[in-house]
Nanobody
Framework: QVQLVESGGGLMQAGGSLRLSCAAS????????MGWFRQAPGKEREFVAA????????YYGDSVKGRFTISRDNDKSTVYLQMNSLKPEDTAVYYC???????????????????WGQGTQVTVSS
């Protein structure tokens, strides 16, 4: 079993930055690929970013590429999402997810993830 707790969301003006954190507990975090997804009201859950278990490989959704950065600290069992140059269209609930398959690839599809956090709200005003 894996528990994921997101933090760092909030209200920010367009052009600003936020850093989301996702603290993991309950199993060996360092062997799981991790991902961030988001869901805006009335829209489907959207892939934001993913990172391999080693941290060597990262992947981004087209809408955030060049603005967001995913990273991880395996000693702290935490994955981060640094969000820069925020836009109003980034407004959504952001979810952290753990792959749950040791040494697996870093999926970009939500159905490939087995564990999810409760989400944290990010609101970007224009």
């Amino acid at each position: 079993q894996v528990q994921l707790v997101e933090s760092g969301g909030g209200l920010m003006q367009a052009g600003g930055s936020l850093r989301l954190s996702c603290a993991a507990s309950g199993r060996t975090f360092r062997r799981d690929a991790m991902g961030w997804f988001r869901q805006a009201p009335g829209k489907e859950r959207e892939f934001v970013a993913a990172i391999s278990w080693s941290g060597v490989s990262t992947y981004y959704g087209d809408s955030v590429k060049g603005r967001f950065t995913i990273s991880r600290d395996n000693d702290k069992s935490t994955v981060y999402l640094q969000m820069n140059s925020l836009k109003p269209e980034d407004t959504a609930v952001y979810y952290c997810a753990a792959d749950g398959r040791m040494y697996g690839p870093a999926p970009r599809v939500s159905s490939e993830y087995n564990y999810w956090g409760q989400g944290t709200q990010v609101t970007v005003s224009s």
